[in-house]
């Protein structure tokens, strides 16, 4: 089975400056998610979504970012505009079925500097 | 919100010795999960507890969770190099949908 497909894998961008993150989940996966993985944190959630509408978007700095999953399996999360603070891996998982017992499948994550 | 807390934050081990990981949330869970990884990877599903006291074991690894189901625990027995990594926990509130929240990890080195 086909992992979850991210890119790019590395981006550099001033602040201020705009960027936008791409995922393909798991074939048939209903559930995804985005999370921002800050050095020598614990991934944090930023969205999640089921199919194609939003499921939890309360840690979202929705000033700044946005998430969209048109037709319920590719996404995209953009910042506009981005701040040093912004650095960080983001990471696009997908489930099953989005319920409590469904294991997340991570991809390798895009690794985000703002210089 | 919902918190969850993992110690310790760096654990250095010779191999062959044991090495534990310690969970604990702000709020009773439905379920944890736990995540291990690797130096400039992405986390990778261990196992998931649901029941209150549930003990699993894969191999060297014992994971338990709690009576409340508030907290758990990871244990390797006999550390190898290929054990290192960062081990999350990640609990899941009581809704259908809920959202699962990461522990800070605990940084595992494992000296030869």
């Known amino acids: 089975e086909a992992g979850v497909a991210q890119s790019p894998r590395y981006k550099i961008i001033e602040k201020r400056q705009s960027v936008a993150f791409w995922c393909n989940p798991i074939?048939?996966?209903?559930?995804l998610y985005w999370y921002q993985q800050i050095l020598g944190q614990g991934p944090k959630l930023l969205i999640q979504?089921?199919?194609?509408?939003?499921?939890?978007d309360s840690q979202l700095p929705k000033d700044r970012f946005s998430a969209e999953r048109l037709k319920g399996v590719d996404s995209t999360l953009k910042i506009q505009p981005a701040k040093l603070e912004d650095s960080a891996v983001y990471l696009c998982a997908s489930s099953q079925q989005g319920l409590n017992n469904s294991p997340l499948h991570f991809g390798n994550g895009t690794r985000l500097t703002v210089t | 919100g919902q918190q969850v807390m993992q110690i310790p934050q760096y654990q250095h081990v010779q191999e062959g010795e044991d090495f534990t990981t310690y969970c604990n949330s702000s709020?009773?869970?439905?379920?944890i999960q736990w995540y291990k990884q690797r130096p400039g990877g992405h986390p990778v599903f261990l196992i998931q507890?649901?029941?209150?006291?549930e003990v699993k074991k894969q191999k060297r690894l014992t994971f338990q969770f709690g009576e409340a189901k508030k907290n758990s625990s990871l244990h390797i027995t006999a550390t190898q190099t290929t054990d290192v990594g960062t081990y999350f926990c990640a609990g899941a509130g009581g809704t259908s949908y809920g959202k699962l929240t990461f522990g800070q990890g605990t940084i595992l080195t494992v000296h030869p």
């Open positions: 507890l649901v029941k209150s006291g």
């Open positions: 979504f089921q199919n194609n509408g939003v499921v939890d």
């Open positions: 074939s048939g996966h209903a559930t």
């Open positions: 709020t009773t869970l439905s379920n």
